[in-house]
């Protein structure tokens, strides 16, 4: 008891460091996502296996604790998905509206940097969609609450002339999880995967 004790201290002891002498960071971020579905829903096997883009936008905040290595937290409200079928077909199409909200461990070189980590998103809307039907209906009780999964990046930093920057960056993410409610279908899979373009600028 006493040795989880000292080791709880210790912690708390390292941390209170780490964060008196980091350097924290705050910016805002546009970002236009090209997501997939791997899996299915109801009857329809291949559900997003054409990309869907859509766009969404969000904050940074950046906890620094050396020159190279940050902690880096992305939050942001952004739609994911994706579509199958034709133009001028019955196409379907999932619509998901998440509070996304990714954390990376940065590792930069001079103005370049990579990132690697991982995600938690909260489900806000989920949409089915029968484009050629016109036919559209929630389907939010079909869908777990949240997604999580990996993420990975790169990015580089362009300095303006005073001490705020902006930021370029590319992310690829898939989820672990599984996105249908079990309690609702408990025989398939449905997960997200996709890329996300981010433009960013640091204050």
Same mark, same amino acid.
């Given at each position: 008891?006493?040795?989880?004790?000292?080791?709880?201290?210790?912690?708390?002891? %390292? +941390?209170?460091?780490?964060?008196?002498?980091?350097?924290?960071?705050?910016?805002?971020?546009? %970002?236009?996502?090209?997501?997939?579905?791997?899996?299915?829903?109801?009857?329809?096997?291949?559900?997003?296996?054409?990309?869907?883009? *859509?766009?969404?936008?969000?904050?940074? +905040?950046? $906890?620094?604790? *050396?020159?190279?290595?940050?902690?880096?937290?992305?939050?942001?409200?952004?739609?994911?998905?994706?579509?199958?079928?034709?133009?001028?077909?019955?196409?379907?199409?999932?619509?998901?509206?998440?509070?996304?909200?990714?954390?990376?461990?940065?590792?930069?070189?001079?103005?370049?940097?990579? +990132?690697?980590?991982?995600?938690?998103?909260? +489900?806000?809307?989920?949409?089915?969609?029968?484009?050629?039907?016109?036919?559209?209906?929630?389907?939010?009780?079909?869908?777990?609450?949240?997604?999580?999964?990996?993420?990975?990046?790169?990015?580089?930093?362009?300095?303006?002339?005073?001490?705020?920057?902006? %930021? $370029?960056?590319?992310?690829?993410?898939?989820?672990?999880?599984?996105?249908?409610?079990?309690?609702?279908?408990?025989?398939?899979?449905?997960?997200?995967?996709?890329?996300?373009?981010?433009?960013?600028? $640091?204050?």
């Amino acid at each position: 008891m006493l040795s989880s004790l000292l080791q709880r201290l210790f912690l708390l002891s %390292l +941390l209170f460091t780490l964060t008196a002498t980091a350097q924290i960071e705050l910016g805002l971020m546009a %970002l236009a996502n090209s997501t997939f579905l791997d899996g299915q829903f109801r009857d329809s096997e291949r559900i997003g296996d054409t990309a869907r883009l *859509s766009f969404g936008i969000g904050g940074l +905040l950046t $906890v620094r604790f *050396s020159k190279n290595i940050a902690v880096n937290v992305q939050p942001a409200l952004t739609e994911k998905g994706g579509k199958n079928g034709a133009p001028g077909s019955l196409s379907e199409e999932i619509r998901l509206t998440f509070l996304d909200v990714p954390a990376f461990i940065r590792l930069k070189k001079k103005r370049t940097y990579l +990132l690697i980590g991982g995600y938690y998103a909260r +489900l806000v809307t989920a949409d089915y969609i029968r484009t050629h039907e016109e036919q559209r209906t929630g389907i939010e009780e079909e869908l777990s609450e949240g997604d999580s999964g990996i993420a990975i990046g790169a990015g580089v930093e362009i300095p303006t002339a005073t001490r705020e920057r902006f %930021l $370029v960056e590319l992310q690829y993410s898939r989820s672990t999880g599984n996105l249908l409610n079990t309690a609702v279908d408990s025989q398939h899979q449905l997960k997200h995967r996709g890329l996300t373009l981010k433009v960013g600028f $640091v204050f």
